[in-house]
């Protein structure tokens, strides 16, 4: 089955600057990946997905990239403020699997006044 | 508001109880899922159904045990439960076998004692 790896597991920044975040995966048949945010308390809610037929999406601060040749994609919080806090969890699935969700393991993000 | 909700949010029982967890979904998706989050480890998938019908059982113990009356409701009934599955149990609904993204609830924090 699909195995995706996160990295790093935690990130702490500092208010305005910039957060990155990898992913790889092993299916090269997968090609739908979206990216979550968790915060205390809270289910995991999309904040951004990207589709195989394009390489880069963004929307305001975060932008998501992805190489399918590498069969990796990383997700770009530029200006991070505060309510950036939070866990993020990358995803990836394929049409052949119904697009069932393997997720990573998540990235704890902190980012300092 | 999430379009999914849960119910309880929080649940402390014992081994040998009985208890149910509850997921409403209003957003007209078909397909539903639970899944178990446990710390620093990714979101493992449990269940799957589409139109009220199971398609995934992730080699889940039986003492779990699923419920799905229609397309908007799901059950998770647990029984005799052990020390290790205290986790957060989340719900998602989406469009059956699309690429559109899965909606999650807020979770039930789940305590065995």
């Known amino acids: 089955g699909e195995n995706v790896e996160q990295h790093p597991s935690t990130l702490s920044v500092q208010e305005g600057d910039s957060a990155v975040i990898k992913c790889t995966y092993s299916d090269s048949a997968s090609n739908y990946f979206p990216w979550y945010k968790q915060e205390l308390g809270k289910g995991p809610q999309l904040i951004i997905d990207i589709r195989s037929n394009v390489g880069e999406k963004k929307d305001q601060r975060i932008a998501v990239t992805l190489n399918k040749t590498a069969k990796h994609f990383s997700l770009h919080i530029t200006e991070t403020q505060p309510e950036d806090s939070a866990v993020y969890f990358c995803a990836a699935s394929k049409e052949s699997n119904d697009y069932k969700l393997s997720f990573g393991a998540g990235t704890t993000v902190t980012v300092r006044a | 508001e999430t379009g999914v909700t849960q119910t309880p949010r929080h649940l402390v029982m014992g081994m040998t109880n009985k208890k149910s967890l509850k997921c409403e979904q209003h957003l007209g998706h078909n397909a539903m899922y639970w899944y178990k989050q446990s710390a620093k480890k990714p979101l493992e998938l449990m269940f799957v159904?589409?139109?009220?019908?199971?398609?995934e059982n992730n080699s889940v113990p039986s003492r779990f045990s699923p419920e799905c009356p229609n397309s908007s409701h799901l059950f998770l009934h647990l029984h005799t439960l052990q020390p290790e599955d205290s986790a957060l149990y989340l719900c998602?609904?989406?469009?059956?076998?699309?690429?559109?993204?899965?909606?999650f609830g807020d979770g039930t924090r789940l305590s065995i004692l």
């Open positions: 159904y589409n139109f009220k019908e199971q398609t």
């Open positions: 998602a609904s989406s469009p059956v076998n699309s690429n559109q993204p899965q909606h």
